[in-house]
């Protein structure tokens, strides 16, 4: 006789274990071991050994036996909780009653989706045209199932549901296979689009009848299923009470009403909290409740914070930007959530921050304006439309096809050009249905739309997010759908957006002379390829120039239109990238070169042989910089050169002898006031102090700050002061001017204005302070962190900007 299995001993030992634990009074108190006792199961396996010890564990001393039950009743262990109920002396008797009617009404909720589930897979099946198995027995077991516990019935359903989407793929495979030979019968893509879309969701029997009918073809926003429409006589209020009280008659509009599944129901339930409760807890319970609807649950506990001063609880939404084509439109997929309680009306107030939120709450109305604003409403006619739609994908672009609209285009289409490069990716199919995306959502554009915007722009994203931002603006004559389509005339009957379109592009070019490259290259380029020489487009600025000094700074421009990216190639071989706009604008190049031209030499005539003596301090760190100092005329014999060595100075080689800060300054002030005579010096320095700091170094620093401030001024008569004060081991240098100040777009993190390509000063002048910051920082001592510092407007009478130089003092 053979020895007994070590598995059939585990299990005598568990039966003898579960023997034990359904005698022993402190069981009550663990809801796993509970939930383990109920099991209708004749025998355990090792794994029921690991549960229990798990169980026993993790919470020594178990819990009141009140919560047990109630963290059953969550659980959905039905029979654990009755178990409890039936066994348990330690429970007040009102707690039992109450307890134990609330298990049945549980239950009577789980049979009932059981039979609701039963009936969806049906209507899956049915739309699909594959084969359903409706046995009534089956039902029934399964209704019994969900009354003992509903984990182990939602595990079937869930293999019922996974057995029927196998057999609808198989089904899918074989229907998509016909798309192919109808796209070669000439399909337009829109019933293409539209017929994947209905493959995707299932419905195969209205997407054969779709294929059948009608040749396919379609992008991928029009394939969406879209919400219901809303009709104006609709109270929502009535129609959440339909949903939050199934009892209640309802009309029978309301059957296409009903929501889509168990998320939809709980959403509606969890608005319908807000509107008399203003907790926390129901803020967070909506928030929750929306991330799960959009199919992206929190991983953790949902906090909503209280905003001061409002009656607003803001947290956070996920799920809205998922999906490969949507997830390319926000970096994080998160944005904030304002949720209000009854007493919130009118919009929540988000101080400074530009990024695009979503404000909801049962009062809370959108403002009305056609301006579109960084907080989006989300009404209760929204979250019925919203609750119908069946697919985690369409629910998210539905919910962003209402969300976008309010927004400004940014929130989709990034700030700037590089950021929408970026959002669009380099693949041009990718960055096609991207766009298409965008413009769908929101702009509501159609495809003839998006075509011209392809056209115009040759996807140039700097060029394209000026189309979007143009075409935000609402306008009386135009159809967002068709916008610029080819049958109504074009993008190029648009005065305003040609003109707007011209801007960007010369603004791109960093200055006249720069510009003038620009136009020089589009007049020489070959009209079919844009191809040109460096030469070419130097010959061509010489004969609308006649200027001796034109080909030397056209040439140099064009090498700066390379790294800006409005030129391609290298070497003599360069091409203009020809979109629709810049085609369009080739026939005016030569003006627009001649008249350039003619502004240039104006500009020098008034500046004279060269530049004033005080832009040479500029140079001071480049080798060439004494002659530029002592040559009569030397800027413009060695211009190109100065330019070059500028470009690659090294900020830590640089020498020379150590500074003497009021020395320097004084032989500053007398070219400073010739070139900027609007600007007069208020200089506070003590005589004798030295710093660190090679005096080339400064010079060069105190001319790049001291020349921001008289820009800044723009003419106008001002005040830079200049105050030097010793704080050992540092020597702080400190400008203030009674200009403007920073920049807007620098006003809420000044420190951007140190980057290298920052700029608001033209051709070659986008380095300044970056410029002043190496230098400095290559200065530093083991006791001091030379920089360049951004100060508060503190001072009452200069109220312009304000930076001060950390260097460091010379030892004697």
């Given at each position: 006789m053979s020895a007994p299995s070590h598995d059939s001993q585990v299990r005598n030992h568990l039966d003898g274990a579960r023997h034990l634990l359904g005698t022993w009074p402190g069981r009550f108190r663990y809801p796993e071991v509970l939930a383990l006792l109920a099991r209708r199961q004749p025998s355990y396996g090792p794994e029921d050994a690991v549960e229990l010890a798990r169980a026993v564990l993790a919470r020594l001393g178990g819990r009141p036996v009140r919560v047990v039950c109630e963290e059953l009743l969550e659980r959905g262990e039905f029979d654990a909780a009755e178990y409890l109920l039936a066994g348990s002396a330690d429970l007040r008797p009102h707690d039992a009653e109450r307890l134990a009617?609330?298990?049945?009404?549980?239950?009577?909720?789980?049979?009932?989706?059981?039979?609701?589930?039963?009936?969806?897979?049906?209507?899956?099946?049915?739309?699909?045209?594959?084969?359903?198995?409706?046995?009534?027995?089956?039902?029934?077991?399964?209704?019994?199932?969900?009354?003992?516990?509903?984990?182990?019935?939602?595990?079937?359903?869930?293999?019922?549901?996974?057995?029927?989407?196998?057999?609808?793929?198989?089904?899918?495979?074989?229907?998509?296979?016909?798309l192919p030979a109808a796209a070669e019968q000439g399909a337009e893509d829109q019933a293409v689009a539209r017929i994947r879309a209905l493959i995707d969701a299932g419905?195969?029997?209205?997407?054969?009848?779709?294929?059948?009918?009608?040749?396919?073809?379609?992008?991928?926003?029009?394939?969406?299923?879209?919400?219901?429409?809303?009709?104006?006589?609709?109270?929502?209020?009535?129609f959440l009470d339909f949903h939050l009280n199934p009892g209640r008659l309802r009309p029978p509009a309301f059957v296409d009403w009903r929501a889509a599944d168990r998320d939809g129901r709980e959403l509606l339930e969890a608005y319908g909290r807000l509107e008399h409760d203003v907790s926390a807890e129901a803020a967070a319970g909506f928030a929750r409740a929306l991330c799960r609807f959009l199919g992206a649950p929190p991983a953790g506990p949902m906090t909503a914070t209280p905003v001061e001063g409002s009656p607003f609880h803001l947290a956070f939404l996920d799920g809205l930007f998922t999906g490969p084509a949507l997830s390319r439109l926000h970096p994080t997929g998160r944005v904030d959530l304002y949720v209000g309680g009854?007493?919130?009306?009118?919009?929540?107030?988000?101080?400074?921050?530009e990024r695009a939120c979503v404000a909801v709450g049962p009062r809370v109305e959108p403002s009305g304006y056609t301006d579109r604003r960084p907080v989006a409403v989300l009404t209760l006619r929204d979250l019925l439309r919203l609750v119908v739609l069946t697919e985690v994908p369409d629910r998210a672009a539905a919910l962003l096809g209402i969300l976008?609209?309010?927004?400004?285009?940014?929130?989709?289409?990034?700030?700037?050009?590089?950021?929408?490069?970026?959002?669009?990716?380099?693949?041009?199919?990718?960055?096609?249905?991207?766009?298409?995306?965008?413009s769908r959502l929101s702009l509501g554009c159609g495809p003839a739309a998006v075509q011209a915007m392809e056209h115009c722009t040759g996807m140039d994203p700097h060029l394209l997010l000026v189309m979007l931002r143009y075409t935000e603006r609402p306008a009386d004559d135009a159809n967002p759908v068709r916008r610029w389509a080819a049958a109504e005339g074009g993008w190029q009957q648009d005065e305003a957006l040609t003109h707007a379109l011209r801007e960007e592009l010369t603004a791109r070019c960093g200055g006249p002379a720069g510009e003038a490259a620009w136009w020089a290259a589009l007049a020489a380029s070959d009209a079919v390829g844009g191809h040109v020489g460096r030469e070419e487009a130097a010959d061509m600025a010489e004969a609308c120039g006649a200027e001796p000094w034109v080909r030397e700074r056209i040439v140099a421009a064009v090498d700066d239109l390379v790294r800006r990216g409005l030129l391609t190639g290298a070497g003599d071989e360069l091409r203009v990238p020809l979109s629709g706009i810049v085609r369009a604008l080739r026939a005016e190049a030569e003006q627009q070169l001649t008249v350039l031209l003619g502004r240039l030499a104006l500009e020098r005539e008034e500046r004279g042989d060269g530049p004033k003596p005080w832009h040479l301090n500029r140079y001071a760190t480049v080798p060439l910089y004494p002659r530029l100092r002592e040559t009569p005329g030397g800027y413009e014999e060695f211009a190109e050169e100065a330019r070059r060595?500028?470009?690659?100075?090294?900020?830590?080689?640089?020498?020379?002898?150590?500074?003497?800060?009021?020395?320097?300054?004084?032989?500053?002030?007398?070219?400073?006031?010739?070139?900027?005579?609007?600007?007069?010096?208020?200089?506070?320095?003590?005589?004798?102090?030295?710093?660190?700091?090679?005096e080339p170094v400064l010079r060069a620093v105190l001319y790049e700050v001291m020349d921001n401030a008289a820009e800044a001024l723009a003419g106008q008569d001002g005040v830079l002061q200049i105050l030097v004060e010793r704080d050992s081991p540092e020597v702080l240098l400190v400008l203030r001017d009674s200009g403007p100040g920073l920049p807007e777009k620098a006003a809420s993190r000044p420190a951007r204005i140190f980057g290298p390509t920052w700029t608001t000063r033209g051709e070659g002048r986008g380095r300044g302070l970056h410029r002043v910051r190496r230098f400095l920082q290559s200065c530093a001592t083991d006791d001091v962190s030379a920089d360049i510092e951004v100060l508060g407007s503190d001072n009452r009478a200069l109220t312009g900007a304000a930076f001060r130089l950390v260097l460091p003092e010379r030892e004697d």
């Open positions: 009617r609330q298990l049945e009404s549980l239950r009577v909720k789980a049979a009932e989706l059981v039979g609701q589930r039963l009936d969806a897979l049906a209507r899956r099946a049915q739309g699909a045209g594959v084969a359903w198995r409706d046995d009534p027995v089956e039902a029934e077991v399964l209704v019994e199932q969900a009354r003992s516990g509903r984990p182990r019935v939602v595990a079937r359903l869930d293999a019922m549901a996974d057995d029927l989407e196998r057999r609808i793929a198989d089904a899918s495979r074989e229907l998509a296979a016909r419905e195969l029997v209205a997407a054969t009848a779709l294929l059948n009918r009608e040749p396919p073809g379609a992008p991928i926003p029009e394939g969406m299923t879209a919400p219901p429409v809303w009709k104006a006589d609709w109270d929502p209020r009535q009854p007493g919130a009306v009118g919009l929540p107030d988000t101080g400074e921050d976008a609209p309010q927004w400004p285009v940014a929130a989709l289409a990034g700030h700037n050009g590089p950021e929408l490069g970026r959002i669009l990716g380099v693949e041009a199919d990718v960055a096609w249905r991207t766009l298409r995306w965008i060595q500028l470009a690659e100075e090294d900020f830590e080689g640089a020498g020379g002898p150590e500074a003497e800060p009021a020395a320097l300054i004084a032989s500053l002030q007398p070219e400073f006031e010739e070139a900027h005579p609007y600007a007069r010096l208020d200089v506070r320095c003590p005589p004798g102090l030295r710093v660190a700091v090679p």
